[in-house]
């Protein structure tokens, strides 16, 4: 009897698992279909929401660099960098803006900024800083370029009083208006690399096709076990 107890606990517990799976699926499928139907540029007329695609004439401020440690890609350790971008029309309101991974170099020291010193029309999303678990405290420096474990707005914004505190901005293409030919980004070394979602709706419901076979065949296999015990009894 107890047995029947566990393998039911069993199997409910993997039926959770995969329902919880394929809703996971669901909300990152539907979170995507938002994300591709709003890819018209927009100005920063009006209130900004969570994934609004923007576009910003403006200049980077290169000398306060910010290095967000630990960046993993394709196997590489890097950094992805952040630099403040003031808005030609709003120049009291910076931005932050993550442009993308960059390898680091060797002995941990940090990569050398990208100047970007010309005015530049910036493509990208609006977005929340990651929420990242860090392993270690975060120790503040005085001077820039920055290397920090997670992003943090307020505190940044302590540094940088014009900073805005609520979003970010992820680049996904920037174009110099002094050579708007060129791929302004891979021109600085710097490789995009933010994705709206990290796993992909497909990967969940594979996950959840694994955990309802395996309480199927948790299922089965009880089943199989009772009636041979059954089975036995009677003979």
Known sequence: MGFLILTVVVVLLLVKLSHWQWTRGAQKAQHLARFDANQTPQSLTGSVQKGQYLVIDGQFRPEFAVWLDNQIHQGRVGYRLFLPFIPSQQPSQWWLVELGWMAAPALRALPD??????????????????????????????????RVQRIDLPTLQARLPALEVQWLIRAEKLVDVAAPSRDALAQAGVR???QPVVMPPTKHYGYALQWALMALAVGIGAGIWWHKTQRKECE
């Open 192 to 194: 995009p690399v933010w």
């Open 113 to 146: 900024v990208p100047t970007l010193a010309s005015r530049y029309q910036l493509f990208g999303f609006a977005d929340t800083p990651s929420k990242r678990v860090v392993l270690k405290q975060q120790t503040e420096t005085q001077t820039w370029p920055v």
